[in-house]
C-alpha cells in the first residue's frame, strides 16, 4: 500500500454512519462478538453520550473515517481503527494525542481476546494493572495504564 495522508479531525455528527460502521466491524472482528446494540442506538451513543465526558477524535484518509479514538485527561473509552487500515500508524497518531493530551496517566480496557489490541498497548507504554472488569459483552478484560514518566517509547 502507497503512503497515506492521515489526517485527524474532531468528530463531527455527519460522520456518524462512517464511524460506526468501521467502530462495529472492527469491534467485531477483534472479540469475534456481533455487536449487540442497533445502529441507530450505536450512532445515538457516539453522538449524545460519548462526549459528555470525552474528546472524539476521526482519522481521515482521504475523506475515509480510517479511525477513532475516545479519551479524556485520564482515560481512553474507545479506540477503533478501520479493517483494512491496519498497520499504518493510525492507530499510534491517536493514542499519542491523547497522551499529549492526557494529565500524565492513562487508564483504558481491552478485551483478554484481543491480541492484537494487547501487544498494541504494550508496545506504546501501557502495563497491565487489573484484570476482569464487568462489561456487557460478558468477556474478561485487562484494565491497562500507561503513564508519562515510564514510557520511554513517548517523545
Known amino acids: 500500500m502507497s503512503q497515506h495522508k492521515i489526517s485527524i479531525m474532531p468528530y463531527s455528527p455527519e460522520f456518524s454512519e462512517q464511524t460506526v460502521a468501521m467502530w462495529r466491524d472492527s469491534k467485531e472482528q477483534a472479540i469475534g462478538q456481533k455487536e449487540m446494540h442497533s445502529f441507530e442506538n450505536h450512532i445515538y451513543f457516539l453522538n449524545h453520550i460519548l462526549p ?10 482521504e475523506n475515509t473515517v480510517v479511525g477513532m479514538i475516545a479519551y479524556n485527561m485520564s482515560e481512553i473509552s474507545q479506540l477503533y ?3 483494512s487500515y491496519q498497520g499504518l500508524g493510525i ?7 491523547a497522551k499529549a ?3 500524565g496517566k492513562l487508564t483504558l480496557y481491552t478485551f483478554e481476546v484481543n491480541d492484537k489490541a494487547q501487544r498494541f498497548y504494550e508496545k506504546h ?3 497491565i494493572i487489573g484484570r476482569g472488569h464487568e462489561n456487557e459483552e ?3 478484560d485487562i484494565l491497562y ?7 520511554n517509547s513517548y517523545r
Open 101 to 103: 493530551h492526557s494529565s
Open 125 to 127: 507504554g501501557f502495563k
Open 145 to 151: 495504564e500507561w503513564t508519562r514518566q515510564n514510557d
Open 138 to 140: 460478558n468477556l474478561p
Open 91 to 97: 492507530g499510534q497518531t491517536l493514542l499519542d494525542r
Open 52 to 61: 459528555e465526558q470525552f474528546q472524539i477524535d476521526l482519522a481521515f484518509i
Open 81 to 83: 481503527i478501520h479493517l
